[in-house]
């Protein structure tokens, strides 16, 4: 049914009962009251998984449309973080138009769906938002991003690089970029940065410089790492610098 003809105090229970119509009018009748709690959030993602179909009316206004996508995503009730996506993908937004600074939930997987979904503009400044969350939220996203490489800085993710280094999903130009500038990305102090590099490094057979395989010697201590390191510039160093290292 529609709210509307619906008394306010039924509302939870039209929603509890599945007697609601799914079109962006009733939802943002109810969420503007009751958000997404416990009732409309089982409705939308029953028990199996698969997001209900929602009904997008001619009227509905593009504000009204932005409005409740941003609620759907913000619905911490609603644990699949894919099964947000896909309710607010049915909304006919246009594309990369979602307020990202208005999306205060920011699980890990949500902005890569988010790209995928072309619902949000792959900049910098969606990163630097989600970036906020920390590393799990942005980390599924430089794989999906087709822009990442451009603003892919120290200064930005700088405080992400060991996790860079150690994903099993982030493609492997990001890892080099950070191989490359080791000293910027990787602040002293971060042993475990380092080591993370380290193995990269010898996973790609690298030959680091002399100076970049000290600092991680000095600040590991990880014999095994430093000296598989050394091996591959054995023949490019004196007999002293590999003592001294």
């Not at 939930?105 to 949500?110: C, F, I, K």
């Not at 619902?119 to 906020?132: G, S």
């Amino acid at each position: 049914g529609d709210l509307e003809t619906v008394p306010p105090g039924n509302w939870t229970s039209v929603v509890a009962a599945d007697r609601l119509h799914l079109n962006v009018a009733n939802l943002v009748t109810y969420t503007t009251e009751h958000d997404v709690n416990q009732a409309l959030a089982g409705l939308l993602v029953p028990a199996e998984g698969q997001p209900r179909t929602l009904e997008v009316e001619e009227d509905a206004s593009q504000d009204d449309r932005l409005s409740l996508a941003v609620t759907l995503l913000n619905a911490d009730l609603i644990v699949d973080v894919a099964a947000r996506v896909g309710l607010v993908a049915q909304l006919g937004l246009p594309p990369r138009s979602l307020p990202v600074t208005d999306i205060a939930s920011r699980p890990p997987r949500l902005l890569g769906l988010l790209l995928g979904e072309e619902l949000v503009a792959d900049d910098e400044a969606t990163f630097r938002h989600f970036l906020n969350a920390g590393w799990e939220a942005v980390e599924d996203a430089l794989g999906a991003s087709s822009t990442a490489e451009s603003f892919f800085r120290p200064d930005l993710f700088a405080s992400v690089a060991g996790g860079v280094l150690t994903s099993r999903v982030v493609p492997d130009e990001f890892k080099q970029r950070v191989l490359d500038d080791l000293d910027l990305f990787v602040l002293d102090g971060d042993a475990n940065g380092l080591k993370s590099a380290a193995s990269f490094a010898v996973a790609m057979d690298e030959k680091l410089p002399l100076a970049r395989i000290q600092r991680i010697a000095r600040e590991t201590q990880d014999v095994e790492k430093v000296s598989r390191l050394l091996v591959r510039v054995s023949r490019d160093i004196s007999t002293e610098q590999l003592v001294d290292t």
